[in-house]
């Protein structure tokens, strides 16, 4: 079964800094999706980025890039330039191909401070 | 395009009764999930539906909770009875069907409390 771990529970930055995100997982799968999804207090997870894992390429969307080290299984998420807005609890995700199950990690509370 | 509609928004009942949530998806997603999200936990999958058959029910309390998807569009999800244990936010998401790694999207959820 596929495990994710997200090792900070909360992180604290100032606006405008950048912050990253860890998240590990464990597989032996060889092809799959990552995901980073953010949850508001509003309570609706929202997606922020998908990276498929056999594309060597790191996915960007904007002011969130990803770290992705297939050998090391291991997906960063980093946040450049960050907003008040982007206070919310953080969620990695792992989706095994030919699957739809989302596995999810323990989540990151970050808090944007102005 | 509309998101994932999903209600009541909040509901609040005593152990031992029942309740219901019910989730619209996306127009045209043919995969709707429920998921389970405990306070301070990521969110866990407690059914999964294709059109209107059940893929994945494996960690569904299937003694108290039910789900249907008639017609393969809305869905309902029932718990009858309520323990302390299910207070929760019960999310719905969907997704268009197939292999690719198609991303989810996800309703505002339901905040469950039990007295």
């Known amino acids: 079964a596929q495990t994710v771990t997200q090792s900070q529970p909360e992180m604290s930055v100032q606006e405008a800094e950048t912050v990253t995100l860890s998240c590990t997982y464990d597989?032996?799968?060889?092809?799959?999706?990552l995901f980073w999804y953010k949850q508001p207090p509003s309570r609706q997870m929202i997606l922020v980025i998908r990276q498929e894992a056999y594309k060597q390429q790191n996915a960007t969307e904007n002011r969130f890039s990803v770290n992705f080290q297939k050998a090391a299984k291991s997906f960063s998420l980093k946040i450049s330039d960050s907003q008040l807005g982007d206070t919310a609890m953080y969620f990695c995700?792992?989706?095994?191909?030919?699957?739809?199950?989302?596995?999810f990690g323990q989540g990151t509370r970050l808090t944007i401070n102005p | 395009e509309a998101g994932v509609a999903q209600s009541p928004r909040y509901k609040i009942i005593e152990k031992r009764q029942s309740v219901a949530f019910w989730c619209n998806p996306i127009s045209g997603h043919a995969t709707l999930y429920w998921y389970q999200q405990i306070l301070g936990q990521g969110p866990k999958l407690l059914i999964q539906f294709q059109n209107n058959g059940v893929v994945d029910d494996s960690q569904l309390p299937k003694d108290r909770f039910s789900a249907e998807r008639l017609k393969g569009v809305d869905s309902t999800l029932k718990i009858q009875p309520a323990k302390l244990e299910d207070s929760a936010v019960y999310l719905c998401?969907?997704?268009?069907?197939?292999?690719?790694?198609?991303?989810?999207?996800f309703g505002d959820g339901t905040r469950l409390s039990i007295l």
């Open positions: 995700a792992f989706l095994k191909q030919g699957a739809q199950k989302l596995v």
């Open positions: 998401a969907s997704s268009l069907a197939g292999q690719g790694g198609q991303p989810q999207h």
């Open positions: 597989t032996s799968e060889s092809n799959y999706y």
